[in-house]
């Protein structure tokens, strides 16, 4: 089972781009280094994403009976941060957005040093493990850091065309988005049923509590509780299944993980337009008093 074909690869590949261009197009360079040098922040999202998350993760595998490839799953899922599909449902406020695509950039890269280690240790005794570290790097290079920072250099010399072009490249972004989401239906539904309900429940489980982990340690700021809340139930699905078909092609742990997209990402969805509900009700109560 293969999650995308060659048109939803593309649609993805689009969807990463126009979304990290549009952020580098929306903010400053001044701005993605002062959300770095807010050394508070980051440290608390890395140690959701490279600590607390796996060891949740490892908490579940010990509480609730499943199945060995289920297990398996859970474990990549927990020790992978950097969920692309988290910049769709990003805050347009700007500071959000610097840490959006700070945070994206340095979670998905990280992973791919921090993550193989993590599952190391808590793999079972006897099971190979293969990386592609070239491919993966040169992945987060290609399809993050180079947009990111293109789309930051135009936005310090033509500021008013880079505001333009920010608006069109995102809604470029969410086309591409929700055409990847329907081209992609049949495959997770499938994955789904193979998964079984009472793994999708302990998935569905690990989502909301992670997001409720990643919202009380984005600090008082809404936006950044938002983004890290998202950024941290999005887990990196694309090294999981790159590793997982390198070193575990026939454990039927594939569609676990596409099963965990299925769920991961209307859970976001419904939080994103929920808060956004929400925000809107409470302006028109400000606005009547």
Avoid at 11 to 27: A, D, K, N, R, Y
Avoid at 43 to 63: A, C, D, Q, T, Y
Avoid at 213 to 235: D, Q
Wanted: proline share 5%; charged share 10%; glycine share 8%.
């Amino acid at each position: 089972m293969s999650l995308m074909d060659p048109l939803s690869r593309m649609l993805f590949f689009v969807f990463l781009i126009t979304s990290m261009l549009g952020i580098g197009l929306s903010v400053s360079w001044g701005a993605i280094v002062a959300t770095l040098r807010k050394t508070g922040l980051m440290i608390r999202s890395l140690l959701v994403n490279f600590v607390v998350v796996p060891l949740l993760g490892l908490l579940f595998i010990r509480l609730f009976p499943m199945r060995p490839e289920v297990a398996l799953a859970f474990l990549f899922l927990a020790c992978a941060p950097g969920g692309l599909s988290a910049i769709q449902f990003t805050s347009k406020d700007k500071e959000a957005l610097a840490f959006a695509g700070a945070l994206a950039t340095s979670l998905t890269f990280l992973s791919i040093f921090i993550s193989p280690l993590l599952i190391t240790l808590f793999l079972p005794p006897g099971l190979p493990l293969a990386v592609p570290y070239a491919r993966a790097f040169w992945f987060v290079v290609l399809f993050l850091i180079l947009p990111l920072v293109v789309g930051i250099l135009l936005h310090n010399r033509m500021q008013a065309l880079a505001t333009k072009l920010a608006k069109i490249l995102s809604l470029i972004g969410t086309i591409s988005f929700v055409a990847v989401i329907i081209l992609t239906m049949s495959v997770k539904k499938e994955a789904q049923a193979a998964a079984g309900s009472e793994a999708q429940g302990i998935m569905l489980l690990f989502i909301v509590i992670v997001m409720l982990i990643g919202w009380f340690m984005g600090g008082p700021k809404k936006g950044n509780r938002e983004v890290l809340a998202t950024a941290s139930s999005m887990r990196n699905i694309a090294l999981c299944l790159a590793i997982v078909l390198t070193s575990f092609p026939d454990r039927g742990v594939e569609a676990n993980l596409i099963a965990f997209v299925a769920l991961m990402i209307p859970v976001n969805m419904v939080f994103t337009v929920g808060g956004s509900i929400i925000d809107k009700i409470r302006a028109k109560r400000q606005k009547g008093k």
